[in-house]
């Protein structure tokens, strides 16, 4: 799959002409997203949109947490990540019960359902990554990866 970067997000130029870089990364991100959406969408997993995925599944890999801890590590609101915990509880990609150590508390877990979308979710990631580097080369993409990486002063994993 092949998505055209956005229209949506207006190219602006500097001054000397060239598009600017924020520009450029904000009409990636919205391409890389909306080509994630559309394999997500083909997929088997319904009812799962990305900002599901990135703000409360991602947050459950390593175990049950507080819906309170999720909330602090994504950074929207409480009240967006409550509604998302209610639509992936209705869904059957989480469980939800109290904290046996404070009652007003809730704990949020994967279920099996939630588990395998995880499991589709970095695969399709992969699929947009790997589409984009054939699109530009490996080199390419791995020196985009390095430069990004270095320029936010984030430590890669080898």
């Known amino acids: 799959m092949t998505t055209p970067l956005s229209a949506d997000v207006a190219v602006c130029a500097g001054a000397d002409g060239r ?14 997203v909306a080509d994630f959406e559309e394999r997500l969408r083909a997929s088997e997993i319904e009812g799962l949109s990305l900002a ?13 947490r507080r819906a309170r801890d999720i909330v602090e590590r994504c950074g929207v ?11 992936l509880e209705r869904n059957g990609y989480v469980s939800v019960c109290r904290d046996d150590e404070d009652q007003r508390a809730r704990i949020v877990a ?14 399709l990631f992969a699929e947009v990554e790997q589409e984009w580097a ?6 390419a993409s791995d020196a985009l990866r390095q430069a990004l990486t270095d320029l936010l002063g984030e430590s890669t994993a080898s």
């Open 19 to 32: 598009p600017l870089l924020v520009s450029l990364l904000a009409r990636a991100q919205a391409s890389f």
């Open 134 to 139: 054939g699109r530009i080369g490996q080199d």
């Open 77 to 87: 609101t409480k009240q967006a990540v409550s509604q998302q915990i209610a639509h």
């Open 110 to 123: 994967l279920t099996t359902k939630g588990e395998c979308a995880q499991v589709v979710v970095h695969r």
């Open 52 to 64: 599901h995925s990135s703000n409360v599944l991602r947050h459950l890999a390593d175990g049950p």
